[in-house]
């Protein structure tokens, strides 16, 4: 089960941090990614961070700006997002892979998803 928290309302150039609650897999030993949907748009990869070794995946929108991480004593994952722009109005998805390995940025290879939580970047 996975659990989105964090998101609001804020300016451009604002920050936010979001954190996805795992329950029912251990982060420390499973890969996890975040993702985004705007309204009339497919859902996007945004960030993924795997298991063992932490390695990170950025779509190239983000990079630069967003930064993954998580805690894996308490198992969440967060998705700090710093100089946020308008574009980035979405609804934002936790999500962990049908296998524990990182599955790339395409949403298929996503089995399970939280409920999401709304950003929206005013101008």
């Known amino acids: 089960q996975l659990a989105e928290s964090g998101g609001g309302l804020v300016q451009a150039g604002d920050s936010l941090r979001l954190s996805c609650a795992v329950s029912g897999r251990s982060i420390s030993t499973s890969a996890m990614g975040w993702f985004r949907q705007a309204p009339g748009k497919e859902r996007e990869f945004v960030a993924a961070i795997t298991g063992l070794s932490d390695g990170t995946y950025y779509s190239a929108t983000v990079k630069g700006r967003f930064t993954i991480s998580k805690d894996n004593a308490r198992n969440i994952v967060y998705l700090e997002m710093n100089s946020l722009m308008p574009e980035d109005t979405a609804v934002y998805f936790c999500?962990?892979?049908?296998?524990?390995?990182?599955?790339?940025?395409?949403?298929?290879?996503?089995?399970?998803w939280g409920p999401g939580t709304q950003v929206t970047v005013s101008s």
């Open positions: 999500a962990a892979p049908s296998t524990y390995a990182y599955a790339g940025p395409s949403a298929g290879g996503y089995a399970y």
